[in-house]
């Protein structure tokens, strides 16, 4: 078994966006991909997200040494995750059998300046959750795009929510309740007939907030809803912190997941976001 890392193959030229993406999900492996030495005799544990920008995490990872990669087990965050860690011939790991990740990469639709994120653009946001609340370490790789000084302002489909079918038109009242604008049913497009399907089973509701509620307007305090239209619990001049509001999701009964990662269940500690100029942007937490 080779203990050096194989030569890094050659980079087929992408698109700025792609090589974007590349930069920022090798810097991310390079910084913080566990190597212990001496290797522990129990395994490393990895959370492998979901979406375009991962698959440079895996890239990456794969050209990792094969002693190191042989003590790790990967856990992926839904089937495309999953494929990618079997395309990759890696150890592959179910979330169920273990509460206790040393590390999780993922991508992100939207991250803010205090690092909270919306993700669930690819549907995966349930157990990309998961992965990263059980992980000691969540770290985002994602494009110049991803960029927000303040959430929802990016990312323009709102608030990513998972719900239990039986129940989509309760959820979206009690949405709009909240604040949310025209909160949609996503639909599967030209490749599936009828709603999108989560992994889980379950559909996916997209709720904006940007134009009732502002989540974490710039000069109006770090991380706030704050309110422009006056919504049912949500009037003109309130604000509420985008912990509120992702706790306000979460106990409409029907919610299964929401996609606002933040402060209280799976903050991310690093952002990493390849820009447009080839250099990579760094957001972390604050000490
Ligand atoms: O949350 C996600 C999937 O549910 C993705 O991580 C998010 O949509 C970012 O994807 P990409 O890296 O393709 O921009």
């Known amino acids: 078994m080779s203990t050096s890392a194989p030569p890094p193959a050659p980079l087929s030229p992408l698109s700025p966006v792609e090589s974007a993406k590349r930069q920022a999900a090798y810097i991310a492996v390079d910084t913080h991909f566990p190597r212990p030495s001496p290797l522990p ?6 959370g492998i997200g979901s979406g375009s920008t991962v698959i440079y995490v895996v890239e990456r990872i794969l050209q990792l040494p094969s002693s190191l990669l042989s003590q ?50 690819g549907a995966c946001l349930f157990q990309e959750k998961l992965v990263a609340v059980k992980a000691d370490k969540f770290v985002v790789v994602a494009d110049f795009r991803k960029i927000s000084s303040s959430l929802s302002m990016a990312y323009a489909a709102g608030v990513p929510i998972e719900v239990v079918p039986q129940v989509v038109s309760w959820v979206a009242k009690r949405l709009l309740e909240l604040g949310a604008v025209n909160p949609k049913l996503r639909m599967g497009g030209m490749a599936k007939a009828g709603p ?12 904006p907030f940007h134009d009732g509620c502002v989540l974490g307007k710039q000069g109006e305090g770090e991380g706030e809803v704050v309110n422009g239209k006056g919504a049912k619990g949500c009037g003109v001049g309130d604000t509420r912190t985008v912990e509120r509001l992702a706790e306000e999701i979460k106990k409409i009964v029907g919610v299964v997941e ?30």
């Open 258 to 287: 929401h996609g606002i990662f933040c402060k209280g269940n799976a903050k991310a500690v690093v952002a990493y976001f390849g820009m447009e100029d080839g250099t990579v942007t760094t957001r972390a937490e604050e000490a």
């Open 196 to 207: 999108c399907v989560t992994d889980n089973g379950n559909f996916i509701i997209d709720a």
């Open 72 to 121: 790790c087990i990967f856990i992926p965050t839904g089937y495309q995750s999953r494929e990618l860690i079997l395309s990759g011939s890696l150890p592959l790991g179910d979330i169920d059998l273990h509460n206790h990740l040393h590390i999780a990469f993922d991508g992100a639709d939207e991250v803010d300046p205090t690092l909270n994120c919306i993700k669930g653009g």
């Open 41 to 46: 005799t129990t395994p490393l544990l990895i």
